[in-house]
């Protein structure tokens, strides 16, 4: 009994021990195996970035001059052509922009936070539109542009039918943003307000939305990033054309710089691959001013209440 | 005396109301509703666009023929209508992009909800961001100038064909959703209540062991999730596939080392050529926008369900 007891309690601890290291040993491996592997996910994926911006550096740093900036599209003086007519397509694409969905963007994320009734049906279908629209592909929003802006109102392909098309496409964007933006005020703000005999509006007005300000613009600033680098809803409402005069608002034809961008790079001579990869670079550093304004201003303004 | 009292009554009741109907507070609030639905009328405004030109179209090319014929060819002689080739083109698009971008994303995800410390992470994650942020057009270029050729002289032996791969397309987009997929797939892992992770160190499970097999299983309605969503982000992306895949054949193809057509691509090269409104291949944009605007909304579905399903088990 005795023996046979040893036997056992040695059997077991022997089996144990070796269960023990073998699944502490080969766990380490595995473990460093793993964490190495999760690393080297997430280092490909920074690389990436790295990469395009290199590539973007390395083939078009030699035509980083004024000429880019200042100069239009040129097939005959392919050395010193740029995007001075695209960028003031993108310019006034932009303005419009800003200009619906300052507007449309709070006012929908105020009503949807503050005022509308969550129980009442019709309020459920816009939110449940609002996420729909952010997932729906930009190409489609193109299409919508070019059926609805270009023949139904009858606008043609001006800058106005991209504004507007771009404007529709990042408006769930800034909807979503403008909403946390609201979120994040406390409701003691509005509920002190209130109970002072201020009315609704008046609370939202004088108090809510001043507090929500830096977040409301960073989502705007945010949008506006998103709409300069968008090319493929302007390929539909015709900013394709190879303009080299500057475009009015409402009239006559025009381009954006990432569709000119898009229009050089499919150019044989090197010339004009090269002039694309400095558009990417002038458009990277844009887009780099203005995200870091974006967190500058979050970093600055955020407040914890 | 009786009116002045009947007067104090009446003033008493009324403090108890508004001072005025506030017919300017009324009106603000109509004013933000009516804004609040123009994002309904937009999307009401894609659907017009998108059918209203279909009966049309499918009273000359008949359903059968352009869900079945294998040969999607407007413009030329005979042209053909059958949408397969481009709806498979999206697709080998789809595959190669998720090949890449599951893997990265999820890795991403992992060492982010489950290895990094929070200041890591916080830094991590906007940087990420910065990859879906780059333009597409930025990101195709690189993946047309650079990537493809890098990709053939590292696998020399691979049938390499013409300058237009839907391979490297594929590759391209999904780097772009990498960070997609590793955010919402980091929520859904961070979601997952520390309770369950500290019950099995408690039982002495390694920190591999805690992940794989109890985080990664309860966050797995909102990492299929991630994936589907990154997949729904693929279906539409436009100008990478445009730049890289460039146009393929008419026919069928399952070869990722040539180009390809991609539903998306077609869409844009069709808008941008000169073709005359109201005519049969005008219309193939309209067709083919549809069925776009129908997978992702499907897929997009898909995505909202799985993920209100973790949301409801952990909130």
Do not use: C
Not at chain 1, 277 to 296: E, Q, R, Y
Not at chain 2, 244 to 271: Q, R
């Amino acid at each position: 009994m005795a023996i046979g007891n040893n036997v056992a309690v040695t059997a077991a601890g022997a089996m144990v021990n070796s269960r023990f290291k073998k699944t502490a040993g080969s766990g380490q491996a595995a473990s460093i195996a793993f964490m190495t592997a999760l690393i080297l996910a997430l280092t490909i994926a920074l690389g990436a970035i790295i990469a395009i911006i290199a590539w973007a550096v390395v083939e078009g740093h030699t035509r980083l001059d004024w000429d880019l900036i200042f100069n239009g599209p040129s097939t005959a003086r392919r050395a010193t052509a740029g995007y001075s007519v695209a960028i003031a397509g993108t310019i006034q694409i932009i303005a419009g922009v800003i200009l619906v969905i300052v507007p449309l963007g709070v006012g929908t994320s105020v009503y949807l936070e503050l005022f509308a009734d969550k129980s009442k049906w019709w309020n459920r279908i816009i939110e449940l539109n609002i996420q729909n629209l952010a997932g729906v592909p930009s190409i489609v929003f193109g299409i919508l542009g070019l059926a609805i802006f270009v023949r139904f109102f009858d606008l043609g392909f001006v800058v106005a039918a991209g504004s507007l098309t771009i404007a529709i496409l990042v408006l769930p964007t800034v909807i979503l943003a403008s909403r946390e933006a609201i979120k994040a005020v406390p409701s003691s703000i509005l509920e002190g307000s209130l109970a002072l005999g201020v009315t609704p509006w008046q609370a939202v007005w004088k108090q809510v939305l001043p507090a929500a300000g830096p977040g409301l613009l960073t989502g705007v600033i945010l949008a506006v990033a998103r709409a300069i680098g968008e090319a493929a809803p302007l390929l539909l409402v015709g900013a394709v054309t190879f303009v080299t005069t500057y475009p009015e608002f409402f009239e006559g034809g025009y381009s954006a710089l990432p569709v000119l961008i898009y229009n050089y790079a499919g150019r044989a001579q090197m010339e004009f691959q090269v002039l694309a990869a400095a558009g990417v670079i002038l458009m990277l550093a844009v887009l780099f001013v203005i995200n870091s304004f974006a967190v500058w201003l979050r970093a600055r303004y955020e407040r914890s209440w | 005396m009786s009116s002045s009292s009947g007067l104090s009554v009446r003033n008493s009741t009324r403090s108890l109301r508004a001072d005025s109907p506030r017919i300017g507070e009324k009106l603000i609030i109509t004013a933000l509703f009516m804004g609040s639905t123009i994002s309904v009328f937009a999307t009401i405004a894609i659907v017009i666009s998108l059918f209203a030109p279909l009966p049309g179209f499918f009273s000359q090319i008949s359903i059968v023929e352009f869900f079945t014929a294998t040969e999607w060819s407007p413009g030329f002689q005979n042209a053909k209508y059958g949408v397969l080739p481009i709806v498979v083109g999206t697709l080998m698009i789809v595959a190669f992009a998720l090949a890449v971008a599951v893997p990265l994303g999820l890795g991403s995800a992992i060492y982010m909800s489950e290895y990094a410390p929070v200041k890591v992470r916080k830094t991590l994650k906007p940087i990420l961001e910065v990859l879906e942020g780059l333009p597409t057009v930025a990101t195709g270029l690189f993946a047309f100038f650079w990537l493809r050729p890098f990709l053939e002289i590292l696998f020399p032996w691979l049938p390499w064909k013409g300058v237009f791969s839907t391979g490297v397309a594929g590759i391209a987009v999904g780097l772009i959703i990498v960070p997609l997929i590793a955010s919402v797939a980091d929520d859904a892992m961070r979601s997952v209540p520390r309770a369950l992770r500290e019950g099995a160190y408690a039982l002495g499970a390694s920190k591999l062991r805690v992940t794989l097999t109890i985080v990664f299983p309860a966050a797995i309605s909102g990492i299929i999730a991630a994936i589907v969503l990154g997949a729904s982000r693929a279906v539409g992306e436009t100008m990478i596939v445009l730049l890289v895949a460039g146009a393929g054949s008419p026919f069928l193809s399952f070869n990722p080392f040539e180009g390809i057509k991609a539903m998306t691509a077609f869409i844009a090269g069709k808008a941008t050529g000169e073709i005359a409104v109201g005519t049969i291949e005008f219309d193939t944009i309209f067709a083919v926008g549809a069925l776009l605007f129908l997978m992702t909304l499907l897929t997009n579905a898909i995505a909202i369900r799985f993920v209100e399903r973790y949301r409801e088990v952990y909130d």
